[in-house]
Nanobody, 114 residues
Framework: QVQLVESGGGLVQAGGSLRLSCAASGSIRYINTMGWYRQAPGKQRELVARINKFRTTTYGDSAKGRFAISRDNARNTVSLQLNSLKPEDTAVYYC????????WGQGTQVTVSS
C-alpha cells in the first residue's frame, strides 16, 4: 500500500508564496511520475504540474511562469513552489504518483485572499 501525505497549504495574500510538499511511503519500488492537481469549488480537477523520472516537467497553463515543481527521488517526495499567487489559485491541491497504479493524497487547501 502506498500513502501520500501533503503539507504546506494555508492562507496567503495575493502576490504571496507557498510551498507544498508531498511525501510518499509504503511499498514503493519505482516511481514514474509525481505531480499535483487542484480542484476549486464547482470546477473540474485540473493539472497544475507533473515531473517524470527523467525530471521532465509539464505545467498547466495557470501554473506556467509562477509555479515550480521538484522531486527528491531518494526521499520519495515532490514539492510545488507557488509564487505570485492569485485569488483564482484558491483550491484544494492534490499530489499524486504513478507506480503502475496512480495514488492520490488527501489534499491540502490553498486559499489566496485579495
Amino acid at each position: 500500500q502506498v500513502q501520500l501525505v501533503e503539507s504546506g497549504g494555508g492562507l496567503v495574500q495575493a502576490g504571496g508564496s507557498l510551498r507544498l510538499s508531498c511525501a510518499a511511503s509504503g511499498s514503493i519500488r519505482y516511481i514514474n511520475t509525481m505531480g499535483w492537481y487542484r480542484q476549486a469549488p464547482g470546477k473540474q480537477r485540473e493539472l497544475v504540474a507533473r515531473i517524470n523520472k527523467f525530471r521532465t516537467t509539464t505545467y498547466g497553463d495557470s501554473a506556467k511562469g509562477r509555479f515550480a515543481i521538484s522531486r527528491d527521488n531518494a526521499r520519495n517526495t515532490v514539492s510545488l513552489q507557488l509564487n505570485s499567487l492569485k485569488p483564482e489559485d484558491t483550491a484544494v491541491y492534490y499530489c499524486y504518483l504513478e507506480v503502475g497504479t496512480t495514488y492520490w493524497g488527501q489534499g491540502t487547501q490553498v486559499t489566496v485572499s485579495s
